[in-house]
């Protein structure tokens, strides 16, 4: 293979391409994992603590379809909207809930959105943590089309 300038070495580098010692079979990996959602993050760190070098992409936010648009969400969403009723039952029970019941949508997004960073975050530092793995921030692609 012909030696990269430091110009395309550059490049690569900030692209995330790095230079690998290949594995035993010559690969680059012994396990590589598409998508960094509570399956792949899980399968990855189970590999690599056994001992495999592991790679893993995920080109959208890390966590995957359970924290970032499924179960985390819905629930905070399942929540919030509970309370309604929990202010009407309360009055049968002698509180007084006079004061005016509206949920502050903007507020309550931010909460929200600041619950999946934090989520985030946790599966970022799983993914840190793990000995042979490394992060891909991209999407997988084949190198050819089919
Ligand atoms: C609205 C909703 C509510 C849900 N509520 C619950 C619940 O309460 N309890 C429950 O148990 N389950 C719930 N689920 C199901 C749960 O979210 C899924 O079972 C779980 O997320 C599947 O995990 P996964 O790792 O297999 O896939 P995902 O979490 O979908 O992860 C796949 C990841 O792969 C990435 N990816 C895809 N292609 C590429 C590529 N080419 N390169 C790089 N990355 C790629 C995606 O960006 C994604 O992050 C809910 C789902 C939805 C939609």
Redesign the pocket.
């Known amino acids: 293979m012909a030696p990269q300038t430091l110009a395309q070495s550059k490049r690569k580098k900030r692209q995330g391409i790095r230079t690998m010692t290949k594995t035993a079979h010559g690969y680059n990996y012994d396990y590589f994992v ?9 399968s990855s760190r189970i590999a690599a603590s056994l001992g495999a070098k592991v790679g893993i ?19 905070i969403m399942a929540y919030a909207a509970d309370y309604h009723g929990h202010f009407e039952d309360a009055k049968g029970y002698g509180w007084d809930v006079t004061a005016p019941r509206r949920l502050n949508w903007k507020k309550f997004i931010t909460r929200k959105n600041d619950e999946i960073k934090r989520l985030n975050g946790i599966y970022d530092g799983l993914l840190e943590s793990g000995r042979h793995l490394l992060r ?1 921030s ?4 084949r190198p050819t089309h089919h």
Do not use: F, L, Q
């Open positions: 598409i998508g960094a959602g509570s399956g792949g993050v899980r992409a995920e080109y959208k936010d890390i966590g995957g379809t359970c924290v970032n648009v499924g179960c985390v969400p819905k629930k891909w991209r999407r997988a692609t």
